[in-house]
C-alpha cells in the first residue's frame, strides 16, 4: 500500500478472496511468491494465525508452492509493462474479501459458498471496504477478476462514477482461462477501453 497504492489509479483490478499459496503467504492479491518478492520487490515477515488449518500452514515467503492464478496475473503484467511502477501508474490490485476460508479436508471454499447468515454480514462488511478503496483511488475502471468480482463491485459501488468490468479469471480450473489466459484478458481491458490513451503522465511511465 505504501509502495504502489498512491491515488489516483485509472483502474483497480478486483479479485475474489486469497488464495491458499498466493495471498495467504504474501498479503498481496494473486500474491504468488516469487513474482511478489522478484518482480514488485515486496518481502516481509509473515506471522501465523491462531489456528491454522494443517493441510494449508502460512509459510510466508519460504513457501515453496506457486499459484497459477498469480503466475499469470502478474505474468502479464510483468510482460505488458515491464516494471512494476508502469503497471502501477495505471492499476491496483485489491481483494474484495480479505480472508480465507478452509473445508475440513483442506479445501478453499469461496465466499459465495458460505452459509447466508456468514455470508450477509461478511459482503456488507467488504462492501463498505471496496467503496472505500475505490473512494480514496478514485479509479474510471473497476475490473473484476471474475464474475463473483464484478457482480460485488456493482453492488458495492452503486452511485459512484466508475465504469465496472469484467475479465476472465485465470485460474487453472478454468477450461477458457487454459488457453491464453494473458492474450484474453489483455482483449478484454482494450474492449473496455482501457488501452485507448495513456492516462498518465508520459515521465511516469519511463
Known sequence: ??????????????????????????GVPFGEVHLVRDWLHIEAPIGKPPVEHPR?????????????????LWGWARERFGTPERFFA?????????LCFFEQGGRNRTPDKLPAAERTPLYEACDRHL?????????RFVIGVG???????????????????????PSPASPAANRDWAGQAEAELKAMGMFD??????????
Not at 500500500?1 to 491515488?7: H, I, Q, S, V
Not at 459501488?157 to 476472465?168: C, E, H, K, P, S
Open 131 to 139: 467503496r472505500r478503496v475505490v473512494e480514496r483511488l478514485r479509479p
Open 90 to 98: 495505471r492499476f491496483f490490485v485489491a481483494n474484495y474479501c480479505p
Open 1 to 26: 500500500m505504501r509502495r504502489y497504492g498512491t491515488a489516483p489509479r485509472e483502474a483497480v483490478l478486483l479479485c475474489m478472496n486469497p488464495g491458499p499459496f498466493g495471498m495467504a503467504q504474501t
Open 56 to 72: 494449508r500452514p502460512v509459510q510466508g515467503f519460504a513457501c515453496r508452492r506457486s499459484e497459477v492464478s498469480g503466475l499469470r
Open 197 to 206: 490513451a495513456p492516462s498518465v503522465a508520459p515521465e511516469a511511465l519511463r
Open 147 to 169: 464474475s463473483f468480482a464484478e457482480e460485488r463491485a456493482g453492488a458495492a459501488l452503486a452511485g459512484l462514477d466508475v465504469t465496472i468490468g469484467r475479465i476472465l479469471h
